[in-house]
């Protein structure tokens, strides 16, 4: 039984996190199998728009073929007397609660990488029209963000359409997070947050800071400010910055806190800048994942877009899976594509000096963001397809990643050489107080050496 008499089937929170796997689909709206797909919120004048209009730009739900996958486009336009251009990509982020309170209605990701899915139990009860996803949505929207005073959302399956508005919604995102660049972290004294993906991965909590934008890509620190300002109660959370503990990795005491409530205890630390330790959690809407690679102690970047198998041989999706859930993956680490052009990208761990392999459909997207001197040395998948490959490729490009490579084998080295000299001398005489050893006619100073030993003789000279 419907919350609203005109819905065939449920709509309320609890069907959030509903997962609608391939045998109970009907259709498949946008996704990984087609190119296009996107969604965009636009603010309007009042008098731009007809509130309640809901419109279709090719065919409607009842009539795509069953078990098939189709490009997408949801559109909604509001307005409001405080409705205005800097909310329109929190009332966009939206799209993706309101939609998985629909039973039967699945939707993932955000803005050019929505993914939804209707399953065939929802369609047979009734929910054959965009018209009626298009009711529920309206409801939703005005009755949790009263500032909408008027709404109308047209849905897009128009093959052409879809691509020539995802081309036009592209440029407003970037246009968004351009904005969003100009702010440093040492700039303000607050940080957001955001719990909503915890339907999905109940310990995440992001921390935006202007500096580290939300993994999934669609809220900057301007759209937190904003969503805290409008919805106090909602998803989107003010954290004081507090203590900064350490500059470099980015921890901040406030931070700290706010995970550790928000997460009910489960995450205590978080270091903002790096992908290991204590790195931020990923949810699962991450756009892009980073990886260690131990062969070559550098790390990777793959993006959910590509296909097949990355670097290490794992594809995206595998990757995803271990790194997802609201975890702190040590060396996985769930990112934005933002993220990649911001100063402090990964900085704790060498940045952009660290990153040895990403597919060249991201290196293109962020390439103005890469220092000059290291682009050519990424590895993508047009230059190597093995572990060996990658080594012979940043060898030829003498990649930084090769300096901690030296430095790593003279640490080897040492640890041997030191081993070696340990199992040669079964008897180490300790000469107080200079801290000296005689060794077969040698006198070896030990300099801040720990010094394990089953016996310690200690003779007087005669
Ligand atoms: S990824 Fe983060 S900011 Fe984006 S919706 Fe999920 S919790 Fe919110």
Redo the contacts with the bound molecule.
Sequence with gaps: MSIFKDIPVDVGVIYEGERIRKPDMYVELGGPKTDSKFELVKARKMDEIEDGKIQIIGPDLKDLEEGKSYPFGIFVEVAGKEIEEDLEGVIE?RI?EYCNYIEGFMHLN?RYDIWCRLSKKSFQKGLNSFILIGKVLQRLFKSELPIIEKIQITFITNPDKVKEMEKKAREIYEKRDARARKLKDEEVDCFYG?????SFAPT???V?TPQRY???G??SWFDGRAAARIDPKG??FKIEVGEILDEFRGEFSGANEAVKKKSLGEIERVWLYTAFGYPHTS?G??EAIAFYIPEVDGIGIVHRDFKGATINGLPFSTMADSTAGGRQVDGFHGISIEYMRSPKFLQADGGWSRIVWMPTEVKERVKDFIPKDIIDKIATENDVKTIDDLKGFLESKNHPVIQRWKKMEEAKAEEIEVKAKTEEAPTAIIEAPSASAALGGFKVILKDATIIAKKIIIRKEK
Excluded: D, S
Aim: hydrophobic share 35%; net charge positive.
């Design positions: 982020r993706h955000q955001c719990t909503l993906c915890q995440h909590v992001c935006i939300a993994n999934c669609a809220i998803p989107l949810c809407c991450f």
